[in-house]
């Protein structure tokens, strides 16, 4: 069975770091994309990152661009997002994803099909 | 940056048939994937690929793709139903994925 396990947020203050975890099984996840997806309270899904599966390529929302970073340990089957400068706007549920399955080199089935339960991050003083 | 655009709202009775729009300008060349949410819980793939359904997703749902706009179409809507609902698409000019705004499902 298909897990992803978030864990890391809380309450930090304006300008403040947090690192961000995702624990995932069941899958190998050497061969997927992962996602980060967070949900300000109320509002919409928001895509945060991606990641290549061996960290080969990244990309960034404009709206964490220079202040978030993903990363990935493959061989511990995780995935992180530490965040930096952070504001209040930052607040949300942030979420985990699998991405496109790249076994054997070409990447495909491109969309989200397993997601964590996400983990709350509270940006405020 | 690349937009995609869904009605905040749908209401719609048991048993009739719930039609969810998603406008972009490029969306006839990208795949559109579509997931619901329920309060509280995270969000679930229901069609992929424009039409393609995840297995243990009823038939009810269904996808389709008319020139800018995509459709998630439910039948015979039951309570269970009610959620939110989010399309998705990858836009490959700024290799960022986009989310609709979202479109809350009544079931009246």
């Known amino acids: 069975e298909v897990q992803l396990v978030e864990s890391g947020g809380g309450l930090v203050q304006p300008g403040g770091s947090l690192r961000l975890s995702c624990t995932a099984s069941?899958?190998?996840?050497?061969?997927?994309?992962m996602n980060w997806v967070r949900q300000a309270p109320g509002k919409g899904l928001e895509w945060v990152s991606l990641?290549?599966?061996?960290?080969?390529?990244?990309y960034y929302a404009e709206s964490v661009k220079g202040r978030f970073t993903i990363s990935r340990d493959n061989a511990n089957n995780s995935l992180y997002l530490q965040m930096s400068s952070l504001r209040a706007e930052d607040t949300a549920v942030y979420y985990c994803?699998?991405?496109?399955?790249?076994?054997?080199?070409?990447?495909?089935?491109?969309?989200?099909?397993?997601w964590g339960q996400g983990t709350l991050v509270t940006v405020s003083s | 940056s690349y937009v995609l655009t869904q009605p905040p709202s749908v209401s719609v009775a048991p048993g009739q048939t719930a039609r969810i729009t998603c406008e972009g300008s490029?969306?006839?060349?990208?795949?559109v994937h579509w997931y619901h949410q329920k309060p509280g819980q995270a969000p679930v793939l229901v069609v992929y690929?424009?039409?393609d359904r995840p297995s243990g997703i009823p038939e009810r749902f269904s996808g389709s793709k008319s020139g800018n706009t995509a459709i998630l179409t439910i039948s015979r809507v039951e309570a269970g139903d009610e959620a939110d609902y989010y399309c998705?698409?990858?836009?490959?000019?700024?290799?960022?994925?986009?989310f609709g705004g979202g479109t809350k499902l009544t079931v009246l």
């Open positions: 490029n969306i006839g060349s990208e795949s």
């Open positions: 994803a699998r991405g496109a399955d790249c076994t054997g080199g070409s990447c495909y089935s491109t969309y989200f099909d397993y």
């Open positions: 990641i290549g599966i061996g960290g080969s390529y990244i």
């Open positions: 690929d424009d039409s």
């Open positions: 069941g899958f190998t996840f050497s061969n997927y994309e």
């Open positions: 998705q698409v990858w836009d490959s000019s700024s290799d960022h994925w986009v």
